[in-house]
């Protein structure tokens, strides 16, 4: 199952963010260190389900679909705050990086109003440039990597250089980076000095190269629907151009998914409206009909869905593939529709998705059939975003 991290400093709303994106019950408070132990839920990327084609419902085993969106499952780590040199064991330390950093991606969640500051302390909107919350939390992960690749370096003096990517990638195996990801860093970087010989600057270098390529992030500026935010999003855009930032209100996604769980309202995460039920109290009206005007009809969406989505699809190149038994009514030997859904790298094959639904159907491979056209296809055949496979084993 893929997994994303939640990083940010204290007091962001990277928890509410958690609780949004999977109803758990993370710890949430104005203190730093509020989050002690990773938690881990299921969040899903969000996509059109097939079934609306065939125009028979979908029985998902895992996962669920609403209103012909398909929600595919994700597993999702919400870990402490980070604060300044947490990378040297300040704060909570290396343990929450350690925690975060098997994830495929990361989301970081920004408090774009500027009410708190990087070590988590409450300073009211707009007396914190947000801008240097980036700065520091790229530079923690930067600086931690180094320091992992640091404890083998002493061995590239005694390699030659075209061999380092082994050594450096079996001492960031851990992180779930492996060679070529390494090779292909080292690739982009052309230093006249030998590897051993690096500066710290250098190391940093590499490092920070390691990190956008094996550990891709997406900004989540949460806060939007307060004024100082949406003038530091636009700042935050033109400082960080190469960055993805997402305008995002957790609380107002994770009061509309409450309320929808409470059957108080229609609402599917990711949407611009919602409908409602029952009658509710003054206040809950008062509270969704501020969502309704302050968030969703300004933004089009609370951004939580969007920003999962974005860091799988945009980010990381996933695809979603529906793999089936019986190739005419897309379903399985129970007959039902649409049973699994699978999310796999960009470029993977037939036979990649045949190990993926399980060890001994990829052993057993010799075919199998794209049920849109019926079209027989090879194991070396590349799958498509939606595509629903038959797979046909000896």
């Known amino acids: ?34 989050t002690i132990k990773p938690n881990q839920g299921i969040a899903y990327v969000k996509i059109k389900c097939p079934h609306v084609e065939l125009g028979k419902q979908c029985k998902p085993v895992h996962g669920y ?21 947490a990378w040297k064991g300040k704060g909570l330390g290396n343990q929450f990086l350690n925690d975060i950093m098997v994830s495929n991606g990361l989301i970081h969640v920004l408090d774009a109003s500027g009410s708190t500051d990087t ?3 409450v300073v009211g909107p707009g007396n914190f440039d947000p801008a240097e919350t980036v700065v520091f939390l790229k530079r923690e992960i930067q600086y931690w990597i180094k320091g992992i690749m640091e ?7 005694h390699i030659k250089d075209e061999q380092a990517a082994s050594v450096l990638a079996k ?25 051993f010989e690096w500066t710290d600057e250098q190391k940093l270098e590499l490092a920070e190269l390691v990190r956008e390529e094996c550990k891709p992030m997406v900004i989540a500026a949460n806060k939007m629907d307060l004024k100082e935010a949406q003038q530091n999003i636009a700042e935050l855009r033109k400082k960080f ?18 309320a929808s769980e409470a059957g108080l309202i229609e609402y599917t995460p990711g949407d611009s409206d919602f409908k409602e039920l029952k009658e509710i109290s003054e206040k809950q009206k008062a509270a969704l009909d501020f969502i309704r005007e302050n968030v969703l009809k300004k933004f089009g969406s609370t951004g939580v869905q ?13 695809i979603a593939v529906f793999p089936v038994e019986d190739q005419a009514k897309w379903a399985d030997s129970k007959g039902n529709i649409l049973p699994d859904a ?39 055949t590349e799958l498509k975003h939606n595509d629903i496979v038959k797979i046909i084993t000896r």
């Open 1 to 34: 199952m893929m997994e994303l991290g939640v990083v940010g400093a204290p007091n962001s709303g990277k928890s509410t963010f958690f609780n949004a994106a999977t109803l758990c019950n993370a710890e949430v408070g104005n203190r730093p260190f509020e």
């Open 65 to 85: 679909c609403k209103n012909g969106w398909r929600f595919v499952p994700l597993k999702l780590w919400d870990v402490a705050g980070l604060v300044p040199d």
């Open 119 to 121: 070590n988590g302390n």
């Open 151 to 157: 404890r083998s370096w002493h061995m590239l003096r």
């Open 171 to 195: 001492q960031l195996s851990g992180l779930g980076i492996d060679e070529e990801s390494v090779k292909r860093c080292l690739s982009k970087i052309n230093f006249a000095s030998r590897l």
């Open 241 to 258: 151009p190469e960055e993805i930032i997402v305008p995002v209100s957790a609380e107002a996604e994770l009061a509309l998914r409450k």
């Open 306 to 318: 969007q920003v999962i989505n974005t860091l799988a699809f945009d980010v990381l190149h996933m």
């Open 342 to 380: 699978f999310l796999l790298e960009e470029g993977s094959t037939a036979l990649d998705l045949a190990y993926k639904v399980h060890t001994e159907i990829g052993q057993n491979f010799v075919a199998a059939i794209n049920c849109r056209t019926g079209q027989k296809i090879g194991k070396d």
